[in-house]
C-alpha cells in the first residue's frame, strides 16, 4: 500500500502540484497527502470511515503519506468539493505515461457507472409506485453516471477520462477526451472507436488534434444521393475513406477498452458514491489512477 502512495507522490511532484494549495493552511495534513489518500480509498474500494480504521494498522502507509496522525473522514470529504480534476488529470497523465510505450494505439469508448447501490427489486419497485397510483413520497433512486475511458490497447492504461451526466451522447464528450490526451502530448499513432462516434466531426476533430489516423465503422455506408434516385453516397471526406482504407486487423483492439471496462468495475466498483458531478468526477479520475498504478505493479515497472 505504501508503494501506493509513492507513486502518487511521485505523478504530483512531476506534474507540479504544489504541497499545499492555500497560504493560510494549518499546515497539518497537505494536499499530497490527502490525493494519496483519496486513490488508496478507490485502491481498495471502502469508504472514508473504513480506510480511516484500516489506516491504524498501515505504520508504511502512515510514513509515506508523512503524517503522525489519522484525519478524520470529514477531512478528506471537505477536500473533495474543493479539489480541482485538472490535478488529477495531470496526474493521470504521469501515470500512463510511466506505462505506455512511444506509439500508441488508442482506443475509447463509454460505460455506464451507478450513482447509487439501491437493488435493482427496490428500483423496479419505486418505478412501479410512480407509474401507478399509489402514493409515493420518497427519493427517487440517482441515475448513472457516465465514463469515458481512452485506453492504451497495448498496456491497458487509461490515458484520459471523462464523466458526466448518463443522458448524454457518446461523441458529444469525445473532445474533452482529445483535449486530454493533446494537452498530455501523447504520440498517438490511430484511434479506434465504435460506431457511436461515427461523424464527420468526430474525425476530423482527432485528426485535426492528435494528427493521427482513425478508424471508426460507418452505420450506414451509402445513403440516396436525391430523393427518388438510385444514387448512393456517403457523407463526409474522413467517412469515405472507412468504405476503402478501414483497417480490420487494427481494429480489432479495440476490443481491449472493453477489458478495461470491466477490469476497472470488477478490481474496484461499478458505483460512485458521489453525491454531486464534482465529487463523481473526482471520484473516477481518482479510480483511473489506482488502475495505472495497478497496470505498473502488474507490468513490473519499477518506482
Partial sequence: ???????????????????????????????HAKIGMLVLRQHLDVSYEELMDAMGSMKGVMKALRIRNIPDPSTLRKFVKRLDPNVLDRVLWHTAKAVCNDELTVAIDATGLYCSNASR???????????????????????????TLAVDTGTCAILAADSC???????KRLPFVVDDMREAEYNVRCVLADKGYDSEQAHRYVRENLQCETFIPMRRKSEPAKTNSS?????????????????????????????????????????????????????VLCRCIAHNIRRMF?????V
Fill in 165 to 171: 451526466a448518463s443522458n448524454t451522447a457518446d461523441v
Fill in 1 to 31: 500500500m505504501a508503494k501506493i502512495i509513492i507513486v502518487v507522490s511521485m505523478a504530483l511532484i512531476a506534474a507540479g502540484v504544489p504541497r499545499y494549495s492555500s497560504h493560510f493552511s494549518n499546515h497539518v495534513y497537505d494536499d
Fill in 298 to 302: 502488474s507490468l513490473g515497472v519499477k
Fill in 231 to 283: 444514387r448512393t453516397r456517403t457523407s463526409g471526406f474522413y467517412r469515405g475513406l472507412m468504405k476503402f482504407f478501414f483497417d480490420p486487423v487494427t481494429y480489432r483492439r479495440r476490443s481491449i477498452v472493453e477489458t478495461v471496462n470491466s477490469m476497472f468495475k470488477r478490481k474496484m466498483s461499478d458505483i460512485v458514491y458521489g453525491r454531486t458531478p464534482w465529487a463523481r468526477s473526482v471520484e
Fill in 121 to 147: 427489486h427496490y428500483e423496479r419497485r419505486i418505478r412501479e409506485f410512480k407509474d401507478g397510483k399509489v402514493a409515493y413520497s420518497g427519493a427517487p433512486v440517482r441515475g448513472y453516471e457516465k465514463m
